[in-house]
Protein backbone atom coordinates (compact mmCIF):
# COMPACT_ATOMS: atom_id res chain seq x y z
CA UNK A 1 0.00 0.00 0.00
CA UNK A 2 1.37 3.25 -0.60
CA UNK A 3 1.63 5.97 2.20
CA UNK A 4 -0.62 8.64 2.34
CA UNK A 5 0.07 12.27 2.91
CA UNK A 6 -2.37 12.91 4.89
CA UNK A 7 -2.25 11.88 8.71
CA UNK A 8 -5.29 9.28 9.59
CA UNK A 9 -7.88 11.50 11.39
CA UNK A 10 -9.50 11.12 15.08
CA UNK A 11 -12.74 10.78 15.30
CA UNK A 12 -14.56 11.08 18.61
CA UNK A 13 -17.61 8.39 19.50
CA UNK A 14 -20.44 10.77 18.63
CA UNK A 15 -23.49 9.23 17.16
CA UNK A 16 -22.78 11.13 13.89
CA UNK A 17 -19.07 9.97 13.05
CA UNK A 18 -20.17 6.41 14.65
CA UNK A 19 -22.99 6.60 12.08
CA UNK A 20 -20.17 7.55 9.48
CA UNK A 21 -17.66 5.26 10.32
CA UNK A 22 -20.23 2.10 10.43
CA UNK A 23 -20.63 3.21 6.65
CA UNK A 24 -16.95 3.06 6.17
CA UNK A 25 -16.65 -0.12 7.54
CA UNK A 26 -19.98 -2.02 5.17
CA UNK A 27 -18.01 -0.16 2.17
CA UNK A 28 -15.14 -2.15 2.78
CA UNK A 29 -12.81 0.59 4.18
CA UNK A 30 -10.42 -0.10 7.47
CA UNK A 31 -10.68 1.28 10.85
CA UNK A 32 -9.19 1.88 13.87
CA UNK A 33 -11.33 1.02 16.90
CA UNK A 34 -11.18 1.29 20.56
CA UNK A 35 -11.29 -2.10 22.36
CA UNK A 36 -11.03 -2.83 26.10
CA UNK A 37 -8.12 -4.71 25.85
CA UNK A 38 -5.87 -2.96 23.05
CA UNK A 39 -6.99 -1.02 19.69
CA UNK A 40 -7.67 -2.95 17.22
CA UNK A 41 -7.54 -2.43 12.93
CA UNK A 42 -10.90 -3.51 11.81
CA UNK A 43 -12.44 -4.58 8.41
CA UNK A 44 -15.61 -6.37 7.28
CA UNK A 45 -14.46 -10.23 8.08
CA UNK A 46 -16.99 -11.33 5.50
CA UNK A 47 -15.54 -9.10 3.10
CA UNK A 48 -12.02 -10.88 1.80
CA UNK A 49 -10.82 -7.47 0.13
CA UNK A 50 -11.16 -5.75 2.56
CA UNK A 51 -9.72 -7.80 5.62
CA UNK A 52 -6.92 -8.46 3.00
CA UNK A 53 -6.12 -4.88 3.88
CA UNK A 54 -5.65 -5.15 7.09
CA UNK A 55 -2.09 -7.24 6.21
CA UNK A 56 -0.70 -4.61 4.20
CA UNK A 57 -1.78 -1.85 6.53
CA UNK A 58 0.03 -3.58 9.41
CA UNK A 59 2.88 -5.60 7.44
CA UNK A 60 1.42 -8.81 8.92
CA UNK A 61 2.76 -11.85 6.95
CA UNK A 62 -0.84 -13.65 5.82
CA UNK A 63 -0.10 -16.83 7.26
CA UNK A 64 -1.50 -14.65 10.61
CA UNK A 65 -4.98 -15.05 11.19
CA UNK A 66 -7.48 -12.38 12.47
CA UNK A 67 -9.71 -12.63 15.46
CA UNK A 68 -13.38 -11.76 14.42
CA UNK A 69 -15.07 -9.23 16.93
CA UNK A 70 -18.96 -9.70 16.99
CA UNK A 71 -21.90 -8.11 18.95
CA UNK A 72 -24.38 -10.83 19.82
CA UNK A 73 -24.69 -14.96 20.52
CA UNK A 74 -26.33 -14.97 16.64
CA UNK A 75 -23.25 -13.85 15.11
CA UNK A 76 -20.98 -16.50 17.25
CA UNK A 77 -23.22 -19.46 15.18
CA UNK A 78 -23.08 -17.71 11.85
CA UNK A 79 -19.24 -17.89 11.81
CA UNK A 80 -18.47 -20.75 13.96
CA UNK A 81 -19.66 -24.54 15.22
CA UNK A 82 -19.79 -23.93 18.34
CA UNK A 83 -19.75 -26.83 21.61
CA UNK A 84 -20.99 -26.76 24.86
CA UNK A 85 -17.72 -25.93 26.81
CA UNK A 86 -17.68 -22.33 24.47
CA UNK A 87 -21.29 -21.73 25.61
CA UNK A 88 -19.84 -21.65 28.93
CA UNK A 89 -17.23 -19.83 28.62
CA UNK A 90 -18.74 -17.03 26.55
CA UNK A 91 -22.20 -16.63 28.73
CA UNK A 92 -19.64 -16.12 31.66
CA UNK A 93 -16.81 -14.09 30.05
CA UNK A 94 -18.67 -12.53 26.87
CA UNK A 95 -18.48 -9.27 26.74
CA UNK A 96 -15.08 -9.36 27.73
CA UNK A 97 -11.52 -10.26 27.26
CA UNK A 98 -12.01 -13.49 25.91
CA UNK A 99 -11.23 -14.97 22.37
CA UNK A 100 -12.69 -18.55 21.74
CA UNK A 101 -10.88 -20.59 18.48
CA UNK A 102 -13.69 -23.11 17.02
CA UNK A 103 -13.76 -24.77 13.65
CA UNK A 104 -15.51 -21.99 11.45
CA UNK A 105 -18.13 -21.82 9.19
CA UNK A 106 -17.79 -21.52 5.17
CA UNK A 107 -18.84 -18.08 5.08
CA UNK A 108 -15.96 -17.06 6.56
CA UNK A 109 -13.05 -15.80 3.89
CA UNK A 110 -10.12 -18.52 4.15
CA UNK A 111 -7.70 -14.67 4.32
CA UNK A 112 -9.31 -13.82 7.92
CA UNK A 113 -8.26 -17.32 9.21
CA UNK A 114 -5.18 -17.45 7.25
CA UNK A 115 -6.26 -20.72 5.81
CA UNK A 116 -6.64 -22.51 8.73
CA UNK A 117 -10.20 -24.67 9.44
CA UNK A 118 -10.81 -22.78 13.12
CA UNK A 119 -12.22 -19.08 13.64
CA UNK A 120 -10.93 -16.96 16.62
CA UNK A 121 -14.20 -14.90 17.70
CA UNK A 122 -14.74 -12.75 20.69
CA UNK A 123 -17.38 -10.50 22.44
CA UNK A 124 -15.71 -7.01 23.57
CA UNK A 125 -16.83 -5.18 25.87
CA UNK A 126 -15.97 -1.34 25.18
CA UNK A 127 -19.20 0.57 24.71
CA UNK A 128 -18.04 2.51 21.30
CA UNK A 129 -17.13 -0.69 19.93
CA UNK A 130 -20.40 -2.37 20.69
CA UNK A 131 -22.27 0.37 18.91
CA UNK A 132 -19.87 0.64 16.01
CA UNK A 133 -20.64 -3.55 15.66
CA UNK A 134 -24.62 -3.06 15.84
CA UNK A 135 -24.21 0.09 13.64
CA UNK A 136 -22.74 -1.32 11.02
CA UNK A 137 -24.37 -5.16 11.13
CA UNK A 138 -21.33 -7.17 10.32
CA UNK A 139 -18.87 -9.30 12.24
CA UNK A 140 -15.57 -7.23 12.25
CA UNK A 141 -12.36 -8.87 11.67
CA UNK A 142 -9.47 -6.67 13.99
CA UNK A 143 -5.92 -7.82 14.72
CA UNK A 144 -4.01 -5.10 17.49
CA UNK A 145 -3.93 -1.90 15.53
CA UNK A 146 -0.23 -1.61 15.64
CA UNK A 147 2.83 -2.48 12.72
CA UNK A 148 3.40 -5.87 12.98
CA UNK A 149 5.55 -6.92 15.86
CA UNK A 150 5.60 -3.86 17.74
CA UNK A 151 3.88 -3.17 21.27
CA UNK A 152 -0.03 -3.02 20.82
CA UNK A 153 -2.07 0.31 21.12
CA UNK A 154 -3.79 1.19 24.58
CA UNK A 155 -4.97 5.03 23.06
CA UNK A 156 -6.10 6.59 19.70
CA UNK A 157 -2.54 8.25 19.59
CA UNK A 158 -0.62 5.29 19.46
CA UNK A 159 -2.80 4.10 17.08
CA UNK A 160 -1.68 7.24 14.88
CA UNK A 161 1.83 7.23 15.87
CA UNK A 162 2.30 3.32 14.30
CA UNK A 163 -0.12 3.44 11.47
CA UNK A 164 -1.38 7.52 10.96
CA UNK A 165 0.23 7.39 6.95
CA UNK A 166 -1.38 3.76 6.49
CA UNK A 167 -5.12 4.19 7.38
CA UNK A 168 -7.57 7.02 7.44
CA UNK A 169 -9.48 6.92 10.21
CA UNK A 170 -9.38 6.04 13.98
CA UNK A 171 -12.40 6.12 16.72
CA UNK A 172 -10.97 7.18 19.82
CA UNK A 173 -12.33 5.12 22.88
CA UNK A 174 -9.84 6.61 25.76
CA UNK A 175 -7.10 4.59 27.24
CA UNK A 176 -7.78 0.68 27.02
CA UNK A 177 -9.08 -0.43 30.19
CA UNK A 178 -7.67 -3.46 30.31
CA UNK A 179 -4.30 -2.86 28.54
CA UNK A 180 -3.33 -6.27 27.68
CA UNK A 181 -4.62 -8.11 24.48
CA UNK A 182 -7.38 -11.22 25.01
CA UNK A 183 -6.74 -14.31 26.63
CA UNK A 184 -7.21 -16.86 23.67
CA UNK A 185 -8.58 -20.54 24.30
CA UNK A 186 -8.67 -23.40 21.72
CA UNK A 187 -11.93 -24.84 21.84
CA UNK A 188 -12.17 -26.49 18.61
CA UNK A 189 -11.88 -29.56 20.86
CA UNK A 190 -13.65 -29.11 23.84
CA UNK A 191 -12.23 -32.34 25.76
CA UNK A 192 -8.86 -30.96 25.18
CA UNK A 193 -8.85 -27.02 25.61
CA UNK A 194 -5.49 -24.86 25.10
CA UNK A 195 -4.53 -22.10 26.51
CA UNK A 196 -2.99 -20.09 23.25
CA UNK A 197 -2.04 -17.07 25.01
CA UNK A 198 -2.61 -15.71 28.30
CA UNK A 199 -4.59 -12.38 28.96
CA UNK A 200 -6.20 -10.53 31.66
CA UNK A 201 -9.03 -13.27 32.21
CA UNK A 202 -6.41 -16.31 34.05
CA UNK A 203 -6.07 -19.68 33.52
CA UNK A 204 -7.57 -20.18 36.53
CA UNK A 205 -10.71 -18.44 35.94
CA UNK A 206 -11.59 -20.49 33.00
CA UNK A 207 -10.13 -23.60 34.47
CA UNK A 208 -12.84 -22.94 36.70
CA UNK A 209 -15.56 -23.22 34.14
CA UNK A 210 -14.47 -26.01 32.30
CA UNK A 211 -13.57 -28.15 34.72
CA UNK A 212 -10.76 -29.25 33.07
CA UNK A 213 -6.97 -27.61 32.95
CA UNK A 214 -6.06 -26.30 30.09
CA UNK A 215 -2.75 -27.33 28.06
CA UNK A 216 -0.36 -24.75 27.13
CA UNK A 217 1.02 -24.19 23.22
CA UNK A 218 4.91 -23.83 23.56
CA UNK A 219 6.78 -21.25 21.33
CA UNK A 220 9.60 -23.06 19.94
CA UNK A 221 11.86 -21.10 22.08
CA UNK A 222 14.26 -19.66 19.48
CA UNK A 223 14.31 -22.94 17.57
CA UNK A 224 14.17 -21.24 14.44
CA UNK A 225 13.16 -23.63 11.82
CA UNK A 226 11.07 -25.53 14.51
CA UNK A 227 7.53 -25.01 12.93
CA UNK A 228 5.32 -22.54 14.84
CA UNK A 229 3.04 -24.81 17.18
CA UNK A 230 -0.02 -22.16 16.86
CA UNK A 231 0.26 -19.22 14.21
CA UNK A 232 0.94 -15.81 15.60
CA UNK A 233 2.39 -16.96 18.59
CA UNK A 234 6.10 -15.86 17.78
CA UNK A 235 8.78 -15.71 20.33
CA UNK A 236 9.42 -12.17 19.82
CA UNK A 237 6.22 -10.04 19.36
CA UNK A 238 5.35 -6.78 21.22
CA UNK A 239 8.62 -5.63 21.02
CA UNK A 240 10.05 -2.49 21.88
CA UNK A 241 13.03 -1.49 19.28
CA UNK A 242 15.23 -0.56 22.77
CA UNK A 243 16.83 -4.11 23.82
CA UNK A 244 14.67 -5.53 26.89
CA UNK A 245 15.90 -7.44 30.17
CA UNK A 246 13.77 -9.41 32.25
CA UNK A 247 14.11 -9.71 35.59
CA UNK A 248 12.49 -12.12 38.20
CA UNK A 249 13.03 -9.24 41.02
CA UNK A 250 15.55 -6.54 40.02
CA UNK A 251 18.15 -4.86 42.34
CA UNK A 252 17.53 -1.52 43.86
CA UNK A 253 21.42 -1.14 44.58
CA UNK A 254 22.15 -2.59 40.49
CA UNK A 255 19.71 0.34 39.55
CA UNK A 256 21.14 2.66 41.96
CA UNK A 257 25.02 2.25 40.21
CA UNK A 258 23.53 1.71 36.47
CA UNK A 259 24.56 4.67 34.56
CA UNK A 260 21.78 6.75 32.94
CA UNK A 261 21.65 5.35 29.49
CA UNK A 262 20.06 2.21 31.33
CA UNK A 263 16.66 2.46 31.75
CA UNK A 264 15.17 0.58 35.15
CA UNK A 265 11.23 -0.12 35.06
CA UNK A 266 9.76 -1.62 38.73
CA UNK A 267 6.72 -2.93 39.23
CA UNK A 268 6.02 -1.23 42.32
CA UNK A 269 7.63 1.94 43.09
CA UNK A 270 11.30 1.19 44.69
CA UNK A 271 10.97 2.64 48.51
CA UNK A 272 14.15 4.76 48.78
CA UNK A 273 15.38 4.68 44.84
CA UNK A 274 14.70 7.77 42.57
CA UNK A 275 16.60 9.40 39.44
CA UNK A 276 15.61 10.01 35.56
CA UNK A 277 16.04 6.30 34.61
CA UNK A 278 13.83 5.23 37.81
CA UNK A 279 10.23 4.23 36.63
CA UNK A 280 7.50 1.95 38.12
CA UNK A 281 3.98 0.71 36.36
CA UNK A 282 2.14 1.15 39.38
CA UNK A 283 2.85 2.79 42.65
CA UNK A 284 1.71 0.58 45.07
CA UNK A 285 2.09 -2.58 42.66
CA UNK A 286 -1.55 -2.99 41.43
CA UNK A 287 -1.32 -5.73 38.82
CA UNK A 288 -4.49 -4.42 36.74
CA UNK A 289 -3.39 -0.71 36.87
CA UNK A 290 -0.08 -1.99 35.88
CA UNK A 291 -1.28 -4.05 32.70
CA UNK A 292 -3.18 -0.97 32.04
CA UNK A 293 -0.15 1.06 31.81
CA UNK A 294 2.70 -1.55 30.76
CA UNK A 295 2.60 -0.97 26.83
CA UNK A 296 2.04 3.11 27.13
CA UNK A 297 5.48 3.00 29.66
CA UNK A 298 7.16 0.04 26.94
CA UNK A 299 6.46 2.71 24.12
CA UNK A 300 7.36 5.92 26.55
CA UNK A 301 10.71 4.35 27.61
CA UNK A 302 11.36 3.53 23.77
CA UNK A 303 11.47 7.19 22.28
CA UNK A 304 13.52 8.22 25.10
CA UNK A 305 16.87 7.16 23.87
CA UNK A 306 17.91 4.12 26.58
CA UNK A 307 20.44 2.07 25.82
CA UNK A 308 18.72 -0.86 27.22
CA UNK A 309 15.43 -1.61 29.41
CA UNK A 310 15.77 -3.52 32.87
CA UNK A 311 12.13 -4.43 33.45
CA UNK A 312 10.52 -6.14 36.57
CA UNK A 313 8.50 -9.07 36.40
CA UNK A 314 5.11 -9.28 38.25
CA UNK A 315 4.71 -11.34 41.11
CA UNK A 316 2.61 -14.44 41.50
CA UNK A 317 -1.45 -13.36 41.29
CA UNK A 318 -3.76 -13.50 38.66
CA UNK A 319 -2.20 -11.02 36.05
CA UNK A 320 1.13 -12.29 36.75
CA UNK A 321 1.31 -15.28 33.99
CA UNK A 322 -0.32 -12.16 30.71
CA UNK A 323 2.22 -9.63 31.97
CA UNK A 324 4.83 -11.89 31.93
CA UNK A 325 4.26 -13.88 28.72
CA UNK A 326 4.36 -9.93 27.14
CA UNK A 327 7.29 -9.12 29.12
CA UNK A 328 9.33 -11.99 27.69
CA UNK A 329 7.76 -11.57 24.16
CA UNK A 330 9.33 -8.09 24.86
CA UNK A 331 12.84 -9.62 26.10
CA UNK A 332 12.81 -11.93 22.76
CA UNK A 333 12.35 -14.95 25.25
CA UNK A 334 9.11 -16.56 23.93
CA UNK A 335 6.70 -18.04 26.46
CA UNK A 336 7.67 -19.44 29.65
O1 LIG B 1 -7.46 -8.29 22.63
C1 LIG B 1 -7.29 -8.72 21.50
O2 LIG B 1 -7.32 -9.94 21.25
C2 LIG B 1 -7.01 -7.72 20.38
C3 LIG B 1 -8.25 -6.87 20.18
C4 LIG B 1 -8.13 -5.93 19.01
O3 LIG B 1 -9.37 -7.69 20.09
N1 LIG B 1 -6.62 -8.41 19.18
C5 LIG B 1 -5.40 -8.96 19.02
O4 LIG B 1 -5.15 -9.60 17.82
O5 LIG B 1 -4.55 -8.88 19.89
P1 LIG B 1 -3.67 -10.08 17.43
O6 LIG B 1 -2.99 -8.98 16.69
O7 LIG B 1 -2.96 -10.66 18.57
O8 LIG B 1 -3.91 -11.26 16.44
C6 LIG B 1 -4.71 -12.37 16.64
C7 LIG B 1 -4.02 -13.61 17.12
C8 LIG B 1 -3.13 -14.30 16.09
O9 LIG B 1 -1.83 -13.78 16.08
C9 LIG B 1 -3.17 -15.75 16.57
O10 LIG B 1 -2.21 -15.95 17.57
C10 LIG B 1 -4.56 -15.86 17.18
O11 LIG B 1 -5.03 -14.57 17.39
N2 LIG B 1 -5.49 -16.53 16.25
C11 LIG B 1 -6.39 -15.97 15.41
N3 LIG B 1 -7.06 -16.91 14.73
C12 LIG B 1 -6.60 -18.10 15.14
C13 LIG B 1 -6.89 -19.46 14.82
N4 LIG B 1 -7.81 -19.78 13.92
N5 LIG B 1 -6.20 -20.42 15.46
C14 LIG B 1 -5.27 -20.11 16.39
N6 LIG B 1 -4.95 -18.85 16.74
C15 LIG B 1 -5.60 -17.86 16.13
MG1 LIG C 1 -1.00 -8.19 17.73
Redesign the pocket.
Known sequence: MTARRTAAKIYRGTARSLRFLARCLRAGELVA?P?E????LAADALNARASAKIFRAKG?PTH????V?IHSFAQLELLAKTNDAAKRLAKKFWPG?L?L?LP?KKRVPAIV??G?P???V?M?RHPLMRRLLRLCDRPLA????NPFGYV?PTTAEHVRAGLGKKIRFILDGGPAAVG???T?V?LRDPRHPRL??P?AISRRQIEDVLGIKLRSVPTRGGAKHAPLP????LDRHYSPRTPLVLHKKMSRTRAAKSGLAEAWLFFARPAGLTGPNVFWLDARGDAYRAARRLFSRLRALDGRGFEKIHAEAAPAGDLAEAINDRLRRAAGLGQA
Open positions: VTTVYGRDPLIHATVKTALSVARPAPSASLESIDLRGAPGL
